[in-house]
Every structure is written in C-alpha cells, then in structure tokens.
C-alpha cells in the first residue's frame, strides 16, 4: 500500500497568510492571530483543546477529527518547534506543546543544526539534516506503512511542492486577511498544474480546499 505524504488542516487567510512576521516564544505565530485562523477548528466537538461540551458536528468537525487518521510520522519545519534561530543554546526547550505533544508519532523536525532526539509521553523529536527526499524516507520508515504528514510552516510545504513530494494537500481558507506574513500562495490556482481540486464552502465561513495529486 502507497504511503502518502498529506497536508492536513494547514489554514491560511483570505490573502494566503499562514503565519506572521516577528515570530517570538510568546508568539509562535508572530503578528497573526492564531484564535482568529483557527477559529473553524475551535469550534468544533472534536477539536483537542475543547474543555467544555459542545461545538458543532458538521464538516469541520470531521476535518478535524480526520487530522490524526492513519498517520505514523510528522515532518515540520524548525520554526514550527522553536522561535530559536542558529546553533541551538537551549537543549532544555522542547516544543510549545508541553509534556503531552499532540502528535503521538515520530516527529522529523527540519533543522541544519541537528541535536539529540528526545522523547515527551508518546512522540518522539528527532531533528535532521537533508534533502525532502531523504528526510521522508525516515518518516516513512517511523511511520510502519501509515501515511506522513507535513505539518509545515509555510517554507517546509512549498520545499515539499517544489521537490513534487507531496501527495495531497487539505488547506483550509478563513475569511480573514492579514495583509503581511508567510503565504502559502498567491491563489490556490497556482497548484492546479499538478493537482486536481475540489473546493468546498463550510457554515463557519471557512472554505476547504481539497488538492489530489493528477
């Protein structure tokens, strides 16, 4: 069975912007409000965050719910792990996430300044140092014949794109802007030349955007 690589719930504005300038530890997402972008998953019964009862039921909360569906192994970008830039000084900082991660599989964080891996409750941070190719090899591997996912930032999707690695792509719209920040795209028509897309309009106002590879 073909092992996918899968972009799942990766949201971005209106205008494309998936994240902000000025990235710190007390703003992982910079100038950009996360509360706002995620606002469609927060909303919803299965949203991991979710203290009290509730939240709707409808499309969003399976796009939610289907975030975790047979995946084995994440890869994401340096600057999803730590605002930290350069040589690592803090081997103590691990991950915004806390002792529980929400990932419950291997992690393959992309670095080129390797450390040691580590381990918090059920996920595993190893950091590497390689090519697209090489680095989902390893997930592969980690991943025991379940599919990959590429959790981003924006910089890690569009190596994985330009490298024509990835399989398919669930992107979901919220009607905000931003103005400034990473952007995924200038329109999500710039894939159309390798995928095929479906685009399905939600309740909350958030648009998901469906890409499978032609």
């Not at 995620?38 to 979710?50: D, E, I, L």
């Not at 399976?62 to 000084?89: C, H, Q, V």
């Not at 992690?107 to 580590?118: A, G, K």
């Not at 890690?156 to 399989?167: G, H, S």
Request: glycine share 10%; hydrophobic share 35%; net charge negative.
């Amino acid at each position: 069975m073909t092992q996918l690589l899968k972009v799942q719930n990766f949201t971005v504005s209106a205008d494309g912007v998936a994240c902000g300038e000025n990235q710190t530890l007390e703003r992982p997402f910079g100038h950009v409000d996360p509360g706002q972008l995620f606002a469609w998953a927060g909303a919803t019964a299965s949203w991991p965050g979710r203290r009290d009862p509730g939240g709707s039921r409808g499309l969003d909360d399976y796009m939610t719910r289907d975030f975790s569906l047979n995946i084995g192994a994440e890869i994401m970008g340096r600057n999803k792990f730590t605002p930290e830039r350069g040589p690592w000084e803090n081997h103590d900082w691990q991950g915004w996430w806390g002792d529980e991660p929400p990932f419950h599989t291997p992690v393959f964080v992309l670095t080129h300044h390797t450390r040691p891996s580590f381990t918090l409750s059920d996920t595993t941070f190893h950091f590497v140092n390689g090519e697209p190719a090489e680095v989902l090899a390893q997930a592969r591997e980690a991943a025991e014949g379940k599919d990959v996912r590429l959790g981003g930032g924006v910089s890690t999707i569009r190596e994985f794109l330009d490298a024509d690695l990835v399989d398919t792509l669930h992107v979901a719209v919220s009607p905000v802007k931003f103005g400034t920040g990473m952007r995924l795209w200038d329109s999500p028509d710039d894939l159309r030349d390798r995928f095929h897309l479906d685009v399905v309009p939600s309740p909350s106002g958030v648009t998901h955007h469906l890409f499978w590879r032609k």
